[in-house]
Every structure is written in C-alpha cells, then in structure tokens.
T-cell receptor, first 116, second 114 residues
C-alpha cells in the first residue's frame, strides 16, 4: 500500500532558481496539504486542496510560492525565484475528508530544500 | 484563539522506563486530538487519535493517550520505552470543520538512553 510520495527527497539549488516540488497523494484521498517545517517556526500549513480545488492558501508566504493540483493524483509546489530563507523541509500530506468524518492526514517523507 | 501546548520540548528516559509526553489544548466543545511521531528524515506518522468514542485511546507501538476534559489534557504514555521510540512527537488538535484547521504543537523530542 503506497503512501504519499514526494519528489525529490533532497534539492540543493542557488538562489534565484525555480524550484518545483512534487507530490502524489494516496489513492482515494480527496484532500491534499502542503506544509513547511523549520526549526524556528515548526510545522506550518501552506495550502490545502479539497477535490483538486485550493481551499485555503493563506499560509503561502508570498507570491513567489504557487501550488497546483491538476488532478487527483498529482500536485506541485513551485517557488520562483527561490531565496535562502526558503530553505526548509516541505511535506505533503493527504487525507479523506467528508462532512462528519475526521480522518487523519498521512504524510510523505518530505523534500529537504536548501537554497544557497 | 485555539491552541495546543506541549509542555516539554525535550524528554529523556532510560530504556525500559515509562514515557510521559504532555499535551494541553485550549478548551473547546469537542476537539479531535491526534499524536504523531516523526523519526529523523521522515514524515509524520499517526500514532493514535481521539474522536470522542473512548477517553483512553490505544495506538501503535504500545503508546496510549487519555483524554481528560476536566484538565483539557491529552498526555501520551508508554509503560516501557524502547530505543526505537527516540523521535519527535507532535500533539495535534482539530477544532472542527475542515482538516485545514489542524493546530500542531511545537513537538517534544524524546531521547532514550540505554
């Protein structure tokens, strides 16, 4: 049973470059979440989708960040241009959400991003 | 504002001794509560969840947690620590509605000494 799959696992790039992080949620899940984890700020929700539609993107730090979910099995988080302060571990999570049903989120192993 | 507080940022125990990781949440009519564990270079893994069915919740790897409404607490316990339990533990609260309303505690790092 495949879990949430993220790629790449590690990314090192120079500031100013475009970075694209990818996520494949668990089949059958209808909600997808992007988080960022740093030592200073802990785990922060960036954006989440329900049925491929962005529901809340208030956690996206600024316009350099964008996320898409073209279909139920794929999502991307893009940073353009990247800056050193974007260095963090980015997690994708998915869950099955239905009114009255509170299913937990399942997390991928994350992408460790370093911007030089 | 809704919140969740993990009272200890770091807990150290000896192998074979009990584990207690503390979590308090701000009062609400019926929150859902979760404990997640994160091993190094891994994502968060669900340990257990409370959704009002029973106040004592059993999870994986011998962990359990008790929901105490009067104390607004949801402490995580394990009778006997194992070396493989060394990890970071997050208490998470959902105050209702969308899963996007999850509130994560700042985490407690558990060290297990041989």
């Amino acid at each position: 049973d495949a879990g949430v799959i993220q790629s790449p696992r590690h990314e090192v790039t120079e500031m100013g470059q475009e970075v694209t992080l990818r996520c494949k949620p668990i089949s059958g899940h209808n909600s997808l979440f992007w988080y960022r984890q740093t030592m200073m700020r802990g785990l922060e929700l960036l954006i989440y989708f329900n049925n491929n539609v962005p529901i809340d993107d208030s956690g996206m730090p600024e316009d350099r960040f964008s996320a898409k979910m073209p279909n139920a099995s794929f999502s991307t988080l893009k940073i353009q241009p990247s800056e050193p302060r974007d260095s963090a571990v980015y997690f994708c999570a998915s869950s099955f959400t239905r009114t009255g049903v509170d299913q937990p989120q399942h997390f991928g192993d994350g992408t460790r991003l370093s911007i030089l | 504002a809704q919140s969740v507080t993990q009272l200890d940022s770091h807990v150290s125990v000896s192998e074979g001794t009990p584990v207690l990781l503390r979590c308090n949440y701000s009062s609400s009519y019926s929150p859902s509560l979760f404990w997640y564990v994160q091993h190094p270079n891994k994502g968060l893994q669900l340990l257990l969840k409370y959704t009002s069915a029973a106040t004592l919740v059993k999870g994986i790897n011998g962990f359990e947690a008790e929901f105490k409404k009067s104390e607004t607490s949801f402490h995580l316990t394990k009778p006997s620590a194992h070396m493989s339990d060394a990890a970071e533990y997050f208490c998470v609260v959902n105050y209702g509605g969308s899963q996007g309303n999850l509130i994560f505690g700042k985490g407690t790092k558990l060290s297990v000494k041989p």
